[in-house]
Nanobody
């Protein structure tokens, strides 16, 4: 499966963005789609994930309440709504898919190419 991430851009602090992650085929109900981000000089870190079948959502503590993950089953697409952007949110955001939920990159088998989020203060 191929994942295509999009929606990044330059936004002022306090603004919003919606990232999209489109899969090239139907996502099975057992699948998990996650978002990670990586800032320059830092490790890739977990942001959020959603179980495709149940819709159960997970968030990293620092983004809870500001980020919302959702899915459109008909489009095989996962969205990440980012509100109240902070300078610390600036990073390349990657979507990934796997068979099991996890908060480490190793838990995911397929990765999108990443989309850049830049926050101006």
């Amino acid at each position: 499966v191929q994942l295509q991430a999009s929606g990044g851009g330059l936004v002022q602090a306090g603004g919003s963005l919606r990232l999209s992650c489109a899969a090239s085929r139907r996502i099975y109900s057992s699948g998990v789609v996650g978002w990670f981000r990586q800032a320059p000089g830092k490790e890739r870190e977990f942001v959020s994930a959603i179980r495709w079948g149940s819709g159960i959502r997970y968030y990293e503590d620092s983004v809870r309440g500001r980020f919302t993950i959702s899915k459109d089953s008909a489009k095989n697409t996962v969205y990440l709504q980012i509100d109240s952007l902070k300078p610390d949110d600036a990073a390349v955001y990657y979507c990934a898919m796997g068979s099991h939920y996890g908060t480490t990159p190793a838990a995911y088998d397929y990765w999108g190419q990443g989309t850049q989020v830049t926050v101006s203060s």
